[in-house]
């Protein structure tokens, strides 16, 4: 299905253009959407004429043809309602539905291509809530202001028509209705804005609160601290609760005030008519009371409905306006018009690196120079806030430097796409990260039509086929939301499986190990020394049974490097490393 630029698309402050733009590829549909609903309310807008055609068939004693045809035209378009209904739904709703649908697309590529810096910024409930509520908001707008919309345009619209053709002399009262809405509404659509900007950032507030929470329950319910937890989202609870009544508060306000004068107006038409056929003053018939008092009911409830439907869209502009905080985001990873990589050795170059990230005043790396020869297994260590992940992040190009360069192969990363660099690249982090799927597909995830041979022999080769093969589903077993049907050895086997069957030429093993029992750590271990075999392979550990065996281990200390050696070297030479060994 094709997808426009919507990304490069929004446009800031004029959400109203966004949704035109969302909408380019249904207009004509909603066009006739628009024109099968006209057709199927036609009664609402009928009814009071042929009513007061009736009334004075009756009053003035004509032929009696005229009640018939009257009823027969009414019936007919009765009918009309229910297959134009249908055309209206497919038309109208199908487009709303293909926009949230292309909506979601674009926010989910876009959340692709945002850095892991946007990412570890922004919570992913907040994105969750973008992409479901917010959608789902701009989807429910449309489909009711098409309901009520156009519902009450085509009163309006029929009823002025009729109006000016049976009783001229009364539509400038008719036609006051319409400035005394729209200075109403102007009134309300500045403090809605405010008021829906507000309400939405608490339930994106609330929404990371709960995500928080459950993933926060074992260390809960572990300490004690479910009263803690609890009396947390009471707080945002209450703030939720407090930006939505104001928001209700307003709703309602307005709608009362409008209500009052509308139909105020209402009552004025109705005397007006009265009076007018009683006196004789204009050449008005009881038919044209009833009509006209019909009438100014149904334009009335329609003005109302119109009015009614700002709060409404606001919303869905508030909806707009806040996937445009992801539409717009900056953070991007930048790609197009760059080198594709289709060969990787996996010799890479740090010159005089340093990286800092934007809200930071100090460099996480600075002048990082190192030289990495394809096969070579290089080990990172350091203290906490070395600078040992923003050097992997360097080198899986989640991150770019801000001063220096890295080389892939002799070519500086700068001018090669990421994305196609990352086919050769693996990452084994500290927590194995598993979707609720089978095991197989955990493990080929991203790779098509694998053989079962070869998934057996990664798993194999990761020490995992030993607890796989005594599981009644074996690769079919389930593993649960984020693996939680596993043990923590478990999935970090898998991970490594992962890795194994894409064949990488660059590893990154981030604390792979750390989190494992001595037995888990044992397989595990076997497992890599397997996985890193022939392979560059970047290291970050503490343990020293991960790091003695690396080709070279480089020692960080603020971000700097302040020793390279084997592990025997470092020991030797008695600085910082061997100062943390005897430690």
Same mark, same amino acid.
């Given at each position: 299905?094709?997808?426009?630029?919507?990304?490069?698309?929004?446009?800031?402050?004029?959400?109203?253009?966004?949704?035109?733009?969302?909408?380019?590829?249904?207009?004509?549909?909603?066009?006739?959407?628009?024109?099968?609903?006209?057709?199927?309310?036609?009664?609402?807008?009928?009814?009071?004429?042929?009513?007061?055609?009736?009334?004075?068939?009756?009053?003035?004693?004509?032929?009696?043809?005229?009640?018939?045809?009257?009823?027969?035209?009414?019936?007919?378009?009765?009918?009309?309602?229910?297959?134009?209904?249908?055309?209206?739904?497919?038309?109208?709703?199908?487009?709303?539905?293909?926009?949230?649908?292309?909506?979601?697309?674009?926010?989910?590529?876009?959340?692709?291509?945002?850095?892991?810096?946007?990412?570890?910024?922004?919570?992913?409930?907040?994105?969750?809530?973008?992409?479901?509520?917010?959608?789902?908001?701009?989807?429910?707008?449309?489909?009711?202001?098409?309901?009520?919309?156009?519902?009450?345009?085509?009163?309006?619209?029929?009823?002025?028509?009729?109006?000016?053709?049976?009783?001229?002399?009364?539509?400038?009262?008719?036609?006051?209705?319409?400035?005394?809405?729209?200075?109403?509404?102007?009134?309300?659509?500045?403090?809605?804005?405010?008021?829906?900007?507000?309400?939405?950032?608490?339930?994106?507030?609330?929404?990371?609160?709960?995500?928080?929470?459950?993933?926060?329950?074992?260390?809960?319910?572990?300490?004690?601290?479910?009263?803690?937890?609890?009396?947390?989202?009471?707080?945002?609870?209450?703030?939720?609760?407090?930006?939505?009544?104001?928001?209700?508060?307003?709703?309602?306000?307005?709608?009362?005030?409008?209500?009052?004068?509308?139909?105020?107006?209402?009552?004025?038409?109705?005397?007006?008519?009265?009076?007018?056929?009683?006196?004789?003053?204009?050449?008005?018939?009881?038919?044209?009371?009833?009509?006209?008092?019909?009438?100014?009911?149904?334009?009335?409830?329609?003005?109302?409905?119109?009015?009614?439907?700002?709060?409404?869209?606001?919303?869905?502009?508030?909806?707009?306006?806040?996937?445009?905080?992801?539409?717009?985001?900056?953070?991007?990873?930048?790609?197009?018009?760059?080198?594709?990589?289709?060969?990787?050795?996996?010799?890479?170059?740090?010159?005089?690196?340093?990286?800092?990230?934007?809200?930071? =005043? @100090?460099?996480?790396?600075? %002048?990082?120079?190192?030289? &990495?020869?394809?096969?070579? +297994?290089? #080990? *990172?260590?350091?203290? /906490?806030?070395?600078?040992?992940?923003?050097?992997?992040?360097?080198?899986?190009?989640?991150?770019?430097?801000?001063?220096?360069?890295?080389?892939?192969?002799?070519?500086?990363?700068?001018?090669?796409?990421?994305?196609?660099?990352?086919?050769?690249?693996?990452?084994?982090?500290?927590?194995?990260?598993?979707?609720?799927?089978?095991?197989?597909?955990?493990?080929?995830?991203?790779?098509?039509?694998?053989?079962?041979?070869?998934?057996?022999?990664?798993?194999?080769?990761?020490?995992?086929?030993?607890?796989?093969?005594?599981?009644?589903?074996?690769?079919?077993?389930?593993?649960?939301?984020?693996?939680?049907?596993?043990?923590?050895?478990?999935?970090?086997?898998?991970?490594? =499986? @992962?890795?194994?069957?894409? %064949?990488?030429?660059?590893? &990154?093993?981030?604390?792979? +190990?750390? #989190? *494992?029992?001595?037995? /888990?750590?044992?397989?595990?271990?076997?497992?890599?020394?397997?996985?890193?075999?022939?392979?560059?392979?970047?290291?970050?550990?503490?343990?020293?049974?991960?790091?003695?065996?690396?080709?070279?281990?480089?020692?960080?200390?603020?971000?700097?490097?302040?020793?390279?050696?084997?592990?025997?070297?470092?020991?030797?030479?008695?600085?910082?490393?061997?100062?943390?060994?005897?430690?």
């Amino acid at each position: 299905m094709p997808h426009g630029p919507l990304d490069h698309r929004y446009r800031g402050e004029h959400p109203v253009r966004t949704l035109l733009y969302l909408f380019r590829e249904d207009r004509a549909k909603l066009g006739l959407g628009a024109g099968a609903f006209f057709v199927k309310h036609s009664p609402t807008w009928l009814t009071p004429v042929i009513t007061a055609h009736v009334i004075d068939v009756v009053v003035e004693r004509e032929p009696v043809t005229g009640i018939w045809l009257g009823a027969g035209l009414l019936l007919v378009t009765l009918v009309l309602n229910y297959p134009f209904a249908i055309l209206y739904t497919r038309w109208w709703y199908g487009s709303a539905r293909r926009m949230g649908m292309r909506m979601r697309s674009a926010l989910s590529r876009r959340m692709q291509q945002l850095s892991i810096g946007y990412h570890a910024r922004v919570s992913a409930g907040v994105l969750q809530t973008k992409v479901i509520r917010d959608v789902e908001s701009i989807e429910t707008s449309t489909q009711q202001v098409g309901d009520q919309g156009l519902s009450a345009l085509a009163t309006l619209s029929g009823a002025l028509v009729v109006i000016s053709f049976s009783a001229p002399a009364f539509l400038p009262v008719f036609l006051l209705v319409v400035p005394a809405a729209a200075v109403l509404v102007m009134w309300l659509r500045g403090r809605l804005r405010a008021y829906n900007e507000s309400f939405r950032q608490e339930v994106e507030q609330l929404s990371s609160r709960v995500g928080e929470m459950t993933t926060l329950i074992p260390i809960t319910r572990a300490h004690g601290l479910e009263s803690t937890a609890l009396n947390r989202m009471d707080g945002t609870l209450r703030q939720v609760f407090a930006a939505g009544m104001k928001l209700d508060g307003l709703n309602v306000r307005f709608g009362a005030l409008a209500w009052i004068l509308l139909n105020a107006l209402g009552v004025g038409c109705l005397a007006g008519a009265a009076l007018a056929a009683y006196h004789g003053w204009l050449s008005v018939t009881p038919g044209d009371v009833v009509m006209l008092s019909a009438y100014f009911a149904s334009l009335t409830g329609a003005v109302t409905t119109l009015m009614s439907l700002t709060p409404l869209i606001s919303k869905g502009l508030e909806s707009v306006r806040s996937l445009g905080e992801v539409l717009q985001a900056p953070d991007l990873e930048h790609n197009a018009g760059k080198a594709q990589v289709d060969v990787v050795h996996g010799g890479v170059r740090f010159e005089e690196v340093g990286f800092a990230y934007p809200e930071s =005043a @100090r460099n996480s790396v600075s %002048d990082f120079t190192l030289d &990495v020869r394809p096969g070579e +297994t290089i #080990a *990172l260590v350091g203290a /906490s806030g070395a600078g040992k992940s923003t050097a992997v992040n360097l080198v899986i190009g989640f991150l770019r430097p801000t001063r220096g360069r890295i080389l892939l192969d002799g070519v500086d990363m700068e001018a090669l796409d990421l994305r196609s660099y990352r086919r050769f690249v693996s990452v084994v982090p500290q927590e194995s990260i598993l979707f609720e799927g089978t095991i197989r597909d955990n493990v080929t995830y991203g790779l098509d039509d694998v053989p079962e041979d070869v998934v057996r022999r990664a798993l194999a080769d990761a020490n995992a086929l030993e607890f796989i093969d005594r599981l009644p589903a074996g690769l079919d077993t389930v593993v649960g939301e984020r693996g939680a049907r596993l043990s923590g050895g478990q999935k970090q086997r898998l991970a490594i =499986a @992962r890795a194994l069957i894409r %064949d990488p030429r660059v590893l &990154v093993l981030d604390e792979a +190990t750390s #989190a *494992l029992d001595t037995k /888990s750590e044992a397989l595990v271990q076997q497992a890599l020394a397997r996985l890193v075999h022939g392979r560059t392979v970047f290291v970050v550990a503490h343990r020293l049974s991960t790091i003695r065996n690396a080709d070279r281990i480089v020692v960080m200390d603020d971000g700097r490097i302040v020793e390279i050696g084997s592990h025997d070297e470092l020991l030797r030479t008695g600085g910082a490393y061997a100062r943390a060994q005897s430690a």
